[in-house]
């Protein structure tokens, strides 16, 4: 369980830092900077979430085991799953903002841990007793609470649903297939998060950033320091998150996995008190704990081996 929890700390600090990295590229002389950015981020955040991971795997010694792992089956299974997640998950999730702000667009999306816990056992046989089930859904109605704005513009209600149930099953759907990719020994965890950033970076390359027309500015903010120094740091905070949540999911199952993984909006109130200086409501406390409180009790389990 500590590796999952791990996971949502670091997507918490890794929230922060690339909302710093938003600030930067808005300040920059960017044509519809506000809605390039989004896209610009996420390409450079897991194009450089893979190098630091590539880094890690060569600091290692386990470039070997990478090379082997994107020639076999298992491999092109965590391709598929980068595509679900990446390209299509947060796509969907950017486009919804536009069309119904950020406020629905979080709240919708929070219940794809619900969706993937379904979505695993179903597929996968995973079992999420009732207990389990209700620490879930506490989870996720403190998230719903704690993120909930009733300042939303709203453009195109139905089109924003639609995208933003997307990047629901674009995410639901990458933790199973990454799972079913990760069921035998020929790719483990690590090899697992290289190829899935590295798949969505190349994704967002070859085909989102050019219909977009973002490509240019891609560039401008890699070669700006003040910008790209964010995207680098969140990068690595990245990485690490999805390493470990790719580990959770390989030792507990999908759907504990995400719930512990979705404590990230929790966590990431406590790294902008800490980086930023924005102190929380009480109110908000009170809801970061509960989603910290039902994602554990969503993901332990009596056995000790299912607690690792």
């Not at 600030?23 to 190098?51: K, N, R, W, Y």
């Not at 719930?259 to 200086?277: C, E, K, M, R």
Request: proline share 3%.
């Amino acid at each position: 369980m500590s590796t999952g929890l791990l996971s949502g700390i670091l997507w918490g600090l890794d929230t922060v830092i690339l909302g710093l990295a938003l600030i930067s590229i808005g300040e920059l002389p960017i044509q519809s900077a506000a809605v390039l950015a989004p896209f610009i981020s996420t390409f450079l955040h897991d194009f450089a979430s893979s190098l630091w991971m590539l880094l890690y795997s060569a600091v290692r010694g386990q470039l070997g085991k990478l090379v082997a792992a994107v020639r076999t089956r298992n491999g092109k299974v965590i391709m598929l799953g980068a595509i679900l997640g990446g390209p299509l998950g947060m796509t969907g999730y950017v486009l919804a903002i536009s069309y119904i702000g950020p406020g629905y667009t979080a709240v919708i999306s929070s219940i794809y841990p619900a969706v993937g816990a379904l979505l695993a056992s179903v597929f996968l046989r995973e079992t999420f007793r009732p207990r389990q089930w209700a620490g879930l859904l506490l989870a996720i109605g403190a998230i719903i609470a704690l993120g909930y704005s009733a300042q939303n513009q709203v453009n195109n209600f139905i089109l924003g649903l639609a995208l933003a149930m997307l990047s629901v099953f674009g995410w639901a759907g990458e933790g199973v297939v990454c799972a079913y990719g990760m069921r035998d020994e020929d790719v483990g965890d690590e090899q697992a998060i290289i190829i899935r950033q590295a798949t969505s970076a190349l994704i967002f390359a070859a085909l989102i950033l050019p219909l977009a027309g973002a490509w240019k500015h891609a560039v401008q903010v890699a070669v700006d320091f003040s910008a790209f120094r964010f995207i680098l740091l969140a990068g690595l905070a990245g990485g690490f998150s999805y390493l470990f949540y790719y580990r959770s999911i390989h030792k507990i199952g999908v759907g504990k996995s995400m719930a512990l993984n979705i404590t990230y909006s929790a966590w990431a109130v406590l790294f902008d008190l800490l980086i930023l200086g924005n102190k929380p409501s009480i109110q908000s406390l009170f809801f970061c704990s509960l989603v910290i409180l039902g994602a554990v009790i969503a993901a332990y389990e009596k056995d000790a081996e299912q607690t690792a």
